[in-house]
């Protein structure tokens, strides 16, 4: 199996959620000529990429260090859904399954196109991106 890395780096111009801090890098200490660089680093838990943690929306849910690491690898499935979605769009497990072959035990990457929102991008819009993106009905 060959594992990709989807994350995108943690730095200064990662998106963060509205209120939050933003990411900061400051240096305790810089290197010597036998020294070391030492940094003091400030993020939220909710800064470009990260896994929500189950106990983030249920009381009694796992917690981050509970959640087994094969849960964050194995065969993956790419649904591109952007096509039908927009403001606060809604997708269907019918509309996935008609565009992808989705089976037991696969991962399942939906495509909606809305970074193209986000903070960083040409079509930057922050209210669109956080307040009326597409999302899941069951």
Known sequence: MKIYDLSQDLNQDCSFWPFYPPFEVKYIKRKSEHGVNAQYIQTSNHMGTHLDAPRHFVTK??????????????????????????????????????????????????????????????????????????????
């Open 61 to 138: 849910g796992k917690t981050i260090d509970q959640i087994p690491i094969e849960w964050c690898y194995g065969p993956g499935v790419i649904v591109d859904l952007s096509d039908m979605l927009d403001d606060v769009g809604l997708f269907t497990p019918e509309d996935i399954e008609r565009r992808a072959d989705v089976q037991d035990g696969d991962i399942l990457f939906i495509h909606t196109g809305w970074h193209k929102y986000s903070f960083f991008s040409e079509e930057a819009d922050e209210e669109r991106y956080i307040q009326r993106h597409p999302g899941p009905h069951f």
